[in-house]
């Protein structure tokens, strides 16, 4: 039901969810964690980003990081990017590539539009948060070691 692309970028913003706050992931990490084509993870991280779901850093200790916490972000809020909603509406299971509606409806519809709203439903109830892995998947980086200066170094 989902394209590869808002596949890709659900597994992009799970990673950067489960990250601790605060915590910039290179592109080139974020795509290596995430199973994804690097050239293909920019192109979805400049569209998250002009939607403003995703913040990005320069530089160096730069990086991408969520723009607002994961509770905040739906997984409609990112599949509607990337995918026509009202694509997800496939031509009518007994008639043969042409559309069902409830005016001219064939014996599958009924069942149809129960699993479509259902579908939509979770899409829209369904929080970024939940597909966040529950520990951080990069071992090298602690949540305690995050904006904390190296021993010996003083602020």
Request: hydrophobic residues 40%.
């Amino acid at each position: 039901m989902l394209s590869t692309t808002s596949e890709y970028a659900l597994r992009a913003l799970a990673c950067l969810a489960g990250q601790p706050q605060g915590t910039d992931l290179l592109g080139r990490d974020l795509a290596k964690t995430a199973e994804i084509p690097a050239n293909y993870l920019s192109k979805i991280l400049l569209t998250l980003r002009n939607a403003e779901l995703v913040d990005t850093t320069r530089g160096s200790g730069g990086g991408y990081r969520l723009h607002k916490p994961a509770e905040e972000i739906f997984l409609i809020d990112v599949i509607e990017l990337f995918d026509d909603m009202s694509r997800n509406k496939p031509a009518c299971f007994l008639r043969h590539q042409k559309p069902c509606s409830s005016s001219s409806s064939c014996s599958a519809h009924v069942l149809w539009a129960d699993l479509q709203a259902r579908y939509l439903g979770f899409l829209v109830s369904t929080p970024l948060s939940a597909l966040a892995p529950q520990s951080p998947p990069f071992p090298g980086i602690s949540p305690h070691a995050v904006n904390r200066p190296a021993a010996g170094v003083q602020r």
